[in-house]
């Protein structure tokens, strides 16, 4: 376990309203990953980070941005939320591996 | 693009049945390889990965993996499954450090 947490665990939202998902580690680990996870699809990539303020898109960012002030944190908005954004958000950071937070469940309606 | 294919959505075992899920990815360069289990309601933990060297990997609890590169497989087997492995099997690759492509997810049902 390397000490992800995300913040909310749950969520349910209106479609049109931003949204901010927050991740926290304690490892220092200098890379950071936001996925999303979807029936028949496994994991995706959105976004990651390889450092402060260093940020990349992944497979599916469209409707998403990330930011990263802090190493230990790495956060995820929704600017205008719409209901195919209803998903499990995971964070991720990698060591020697990729170490995966909880998750947080988003429903948009 | 690259890609990582599961062929199996779910498959339900009496328990100490063998268990082989298959893993195949679509590039022909060095990768890396995983295997992940996500018990219910929890997040993703890794059971294997292979990375170089001998192709045939142990995970945890009993798993184990054979990375074929002519075949780009990289199959998860466990000769003898418990109900307690009841879960989803996410086999993911990287192509380079930064993306890290999943598959689909199997189930594992293994009935009691």
């Known amino acids: 376990d390397a000490g992800i947490t995300q913040s909310p665990r749950h969520k349910v939202t209106e479609t049109g309203t931003p949204v901010t998902l927050r991740c926290h580690q304690t490892e220092n680990h200098r890379y950071m990953y936001w996925y999303r996870q979807d029936p028949g699809h496994g994991l995706r990539l959105i976004h990651y980070?390889?450092?402060?303020?260093?940020?990349d898109k992944g497979e599916v960012s469209d409707g998403y941005s990330v930011s990263r002030s802090k190493t230990e944190d790495f956060l995820l908005t929704l600017e205008s939320a719409t209901s195919s954004q209803t998903s499990v958000y995971f964070c991720?950071?990698?060591?020697?591996?990729?170490?995966f937070g909880p998750g947080t469940r988003l429903t948009v309606t | 693009a690259q890609s990582v294919s599961q062929h199996n959505h779910h498959v339900i075992l009496s328990e100490a049945a063998s268990l082989e899920l298959g893993c195949n990815y679509s590039?022909?360069?060095?990768?890396?390889l995983f295997w992940y289990v996500q018990y219910p309601g929890q997040h993703l933990q890794l059971l294997l990965k292979y990375f170089s060297g001998d192709p045939l990997v142990k995970g945890i609890k009993g798993f184990e993996a054979e990375f074929i590169k002519s075949k780009f497989s990289f199959n998860l087997r466990k000769p003898s499954v418990q109900w307690s492995d009841t879960a989803e099997y996410f086999c993911?690759?990287?192509?380079?450090?930064?993306?890290?492509?999943f598959g689909a997810g199997t189930r594992l049902t293994v009935k009691p």
């Open positions: 993911a690759v990287t192509y380079n450090n930064n993306d890290m492509r």
């Open positions: 991720a950071t990698e060591g020697d591996e990729q170490y």
């Open positions: 980070s390889y450092g402060v303020k260093d940020t």
């Open positions: 590039y022909g360069g060095t990768v890396n």
